[in-house]
């Protein structure tokens, strides 16, 4: 009851947009409405590709949320090319005018965001290689930054080293070092490591190579997130627990990790941001993410609209994320 009192205005909005959206959604019009606003040319053609083997008409069908995108394109002598966006009951040809910039951006977004396929494309595999990321760095940087304060001198030293290399070093470079240095220098491919008849191989081994790569280079930024945190304990609590017979490990385990959870994170929520923005680095080695889809957009199709949805896309995650850790950070503030 508290949280619905708490969260009673928010809570509101939300349910009143899901009802919108979803009401919206019922009410676009379905692939085969606007199949029959197609010209009577377009849908003879259609008909008798129904009994032929080689089709000559292309159809795409983009069902985004509340809005439809329909492309119709013919190959061979008679070139032909039709547009339509679907929405709310009502289908518009998308050729020419305002309608066209409409329907290029809906056809630009459902690409992007990678709708209708797997985890690794588009937004999607933006989002799940930061997530991964971030949780791998912080594992590694921790296991760091408990070496750089460490009393033994080489585990601070070898950790000290790790942190500056890979601070010190641009992250575009260790994403090639990983993908194509590596490889070539044991004499492997990352593609190897999935079966040759996944089709996906190329594709989820790149994908293990920026994982790779993005998490050694978290790892050393979180290790000062996380040392800063640890170090920012009053010094007391280490001498409380040594007077109660603590060990080290101990001591940290149970203590003054803990604590330092809570003083972490702002600065992981700001780490998990420029992994985010940091992701579009992955186009180098043909990652289908956000950036390389809208690159590859804009090239074959020569509109520089493309990058305005991208934009938004990217705003709109960051801003998704930013919020959800905003809630994080006020609930466990190490000031309340």
Known sequence: ????????????????????????GALKPTEQEM??????????????????????????YESLIVVNYLSLSTSGAQEISEHYVGFVRNVYPADEGPMKVVGQMVNYTYRMLGCGENLMHGAKLTILLTTLTVIFGLLLGTVLALGKISKNK???????GYIFFFRGTPLLIQLFVVYFTVPGIFGFAWR??????????????????????????????????VRSAIQSIDKGQYEAAKALGMTYGQTMGLIIVPQSIRRMIPNVSNEFIMILKDASLVFAISLMDITT??????????SYLVFIPA???YLVITAFFGFIFNKIEKRFSVYE
């Open 35 to 60: 199949l029959s606003c197609a010209s009577p040319e377009m849908q003879k053609m259609i008909r008798e590709d129904a009994t032929r083997t080689r089709k000559r008409v292309t159809v795409t």
């Open 293 to 302: 889809i809208s690159k590859n957009i804009m090239t074959s199709e020569g």
């Open 1 to 24: 009851m508290k949280f619905l009192k708490k969260y009673k205005k928010p809570i509101i909005v939300i349910a009143i947009i899901v009802v919108v959206v979803i009401v919206l």
């Open 192 to 225: 190897d490591i999935f079966p040759a008849s996944d089709a996906e191989a190329v594709y989820k081994g790149a994908f293990t190579a920026a994982l790779i790569a993005f998490a050694l280079n978290s790892g050393a930024y979180c290790a000062e997130i």
């Open 154 to 160: 080489i585990l601070s030293g070898i950790s000290s």
């Open 311 to 313: 934009l938004v896309i």
